[in-house]
């Protein structure tokens, strides 16, 4: 009887410790779970803060490839309007055909190269959203995993203190 009393003392003092010690592990669980999560959310913001900036960089590069268009037409134009005006003396309809016909190549340029930036600015954010849902998609699965990994761990030690308290009670009753 002796023995068995000393065992139960001893079977509840290791049931003790192995309680605080999944108390610990569960403490440090959740503050790992809390430090990936902001880590997490830091990298996303920084994702973003880039993509941001990329879209910028684009939109300015855009900006820039239009202006140089735009002054480089104007440059045209007014050499062809100069070409045109000597011209005119010789071949009025020659001058005038010439004229359209650069101004439509210039027009057709410009919106080819509008085109291929809107293009790029478009693959770019098609680029990063993928990037940051396929990021997003592997938290969310670690997370999951390191969740039933945890939920797994407590229910065998759920499992393991009910049959010592089941063993400590049946041993009660004998005695």
Not at 67 to 75: A, D, E, G, H, V
Not at 83 to 103: W, Y
Not at 137 to 160: D, G, M, Y
């Amino acid at each position: 009887m002796r023995n068995s009393i000393e065992w139960l003392s001893n079977a509840g003092e290791s049931l003790k410790l192995k309680m605080k010690e999944y108390e610990g592990f569960f403490s440090e669980f959740n503050t790992s779970m809390h430090a990936n999560e902001q880590e997490v959310t830091s990298i996303l913001n920084a994702n973003t803060e880039n993509i941001k900036s990329e879209i910028k960089k684009l939109e300015n590069q855009l900006i820039e490839t239009t202006t140089k268009l735009l002054t480089s037409y104007q440059i045209f134009l007014n050499q062809a309007r100069e070409n045109a005006t000597n011209q005119i003396n010789t071949n009025k309809t020659a001058s005038l055909e010439a004229i359209t016909q650069a101004k439509t190549n210039a027009n057709n340029e410009i919106s080819a190269n509008q085109t291929q930036a809107i293009n790029n600015i478009n693959e770019a954010k098609t680029t990063a959203n993928n990037e940051i849902n396929t990021n997003k998609q592997e938290v969310l699965n670690n997370i999951t995993q390191e969740k039933n990994q945890a939920t797994s761990e407590i229910t065998e030690a759920k499992k393991t203190i009910i049959i010592r308290t089941l063993i400590f009670l049946r041993l009660n009753k004998a005695c």
